[in-house]
């Protein structure tokens, strides 16, 4: 994936004030991202996190899909292995976004690169892309958006938290339905059009609830719709480009 | 202001997997070129995700939860932004429970 680098990866380059404009430039993100993290602060309430283990959370996973899915199947007492299966499923498809991104990353040494690194988010990815194919040399930026996102992020679980703790918000209230429809807005910019997407995702979804119907214990219903929708569309595009190394 | 080893022990797994995604996809995928599968399958891993993840409960949730998947779907179409699309969601979903008594 990465390219050797041209004259134009040799000048990148990583300045205070491209983290500075990083971090204004996130700021619109800011108000999109409240009630996403304002579900995730009265969840975890819900199901009985207290404010520092709430906080903690927040801080050093900083995922909002993945802390929805682990909160979703969340017990007394926690379950280590399921969260962190169900973590890892959700937060793999970063991987390779780090990847895309070695034209500035690849110039990065120390705490620069593996500091920018732990604040990568799927918008702090985009950002970075656009800004990079518009002709941006300061990695700097990537780094300043993931850090506002950051904060804004802990501050919106903190006031849900707080918040959801004082109103003490029953299971099945409509409030609920928010962890829906975050995914369900998340799903819409991800579709790629029926020729690839529609097969995969109608059999992610009925494998899902085939196993979820058969009561196997999460995150197998969530593991097994994901891999058996993913390995069908893996195939069916494989076999159409008619890649070798493939049966 | 407690932490109980439990929770503790959970947060940081999941602390861990998700910055070995972030990091470890970086430093592996750079020094080694993935096989073809693997980066296909990864393009396709997070729509399945999430479509894996609603499929049971928006199935299970009636036509309430039907009604309120459309208008996340439309709003978010229409306005491309994240927090409208719920909020407008959590709307219909509130308005028809209300309507319903």
Known sequence: MAEPPGPAARRVVFTRDGVRRGVLRSMPLWVGMLPFGVVIGVLSAAKGLSFAETMLMTTIVFAGAAQLVALELWADPAPILAATIATLVVNIRMAPMGAALAPWLDRLRGWRLWGTLATLVDHSFAMAIAEQRAGGRDAGYLLGVGLGIWISWIACVAAGHLGGGMLQVPPGHPLFFASIAAFLSILVPLWRGARLDLLPWLVAGLVAIAAHRAALPVPLPLLLGTFAGAGLGAWMELRGRGAPGWK | ?101
């Open chain 2, 1 to 101: 202001m407690e932490v109980r080893l439990d929770v503790l022990l959970a947060i940081l797994g999941m602390a861990l997997v998700t910055y070995a995604s972030r990091a470890g996809g970086y430093a592996v995928l750079r020094a080694v070129r993935a096989p073809d599968w693997v980066q296909v399958l990864l393009r396709h891993l997070p729509g399945c995700l999430f479509m894996a993840y609603v499929a049971p409960p928006l199935l299970a949730g009636g036509p309430g939860a039907w009604a309120g998947a459309a208008v996340v779907v439309a709003v978010q179409l229409a306005t491309r932004n994240l927090g409208i699309a719920i909020l407008s969601g959590i709307a219909a979903v509130w308005g028809l429970a209300w309507l319903a008594g």
